[in-house]
């Protein structure tokens, strides 16, 4: 073999090997995925509240450093604006447990007493969800869940 095609396949397999390296590590750093959402809203009754629970799995190679729920009206502003991870940064946090590697199991539940229903719009309603691994990487999810208010 000349050594002009040594050359070449030596570089071809340095360039292979550095492509493999840099997809192993930007594998690490996907943004967390959700995955099984599901949202129950339980009306309250003449004496009773009722409650909203919402629950998802995150998956972060990283870790998971945060969950973040709110539940929006099909009817509002976020409608036509799409919410973004700024108007999440407000919303209250799901509380995560691990259920496996890279994964947590987490959920969102809230008290909804008559004058809370009262108040708010009846119809269709969305949960959006802001998930933030340990590396910084973030997803929304604006409409990961639905659920009907009466």
């Known amino acids: 073999m ?7 396949v030596a ?12 997809a192993v590590a930007h594998a690490d750093e996907q943004p967390p995925a959700l995955g099984d959402s599901a ?3 339980t009306a309250p009754g003449a ?3 009722g409650s909203l629970t919402f629950t998802t799995n995150v998956t972060a190679s990283s870790g998971v450093k945060s969950v973040k729920v709110l539940a929006w009206p099909e009817n ?3 409608a036509q604006q799409e919410l973004t991870a700024k108007d999440m940064a407000a919303a209250e946090s799901a509380t ?3 259920s496996g590697q890279d994964t947590a199991h987490c959920t969102y539940t ?22 933030t691994a340990d590396d910084g990487s973030s997803t ?9 208010a009466e």
């Open 2 to 8: 000349s050594p002009r095609v040594v050359l070449s």
């Open 11 to 22: 570089a071809g397999v340095v360039v292979l090997a550095g492509a493999g390296a840099f």
């Open 39 to 41: 949202a129950r809203y």
């Open 47 to 49: 004496d009773r509240d």
């Open 76 to 78: 509002s502003s976020f």
């Open 96 to 98: 995560c447990e691990p």
């Open 110 to 131: 809230v008290t909804v007493t008559s004058a809370d229903a009262d108040s708010s719009p009846g119809g269709l309603w969305h949960i959006a969800v802001l998930a």
């Open 140 to 148: 929304l999810d604006t409409k990961a869940a639905d659920f009907t």
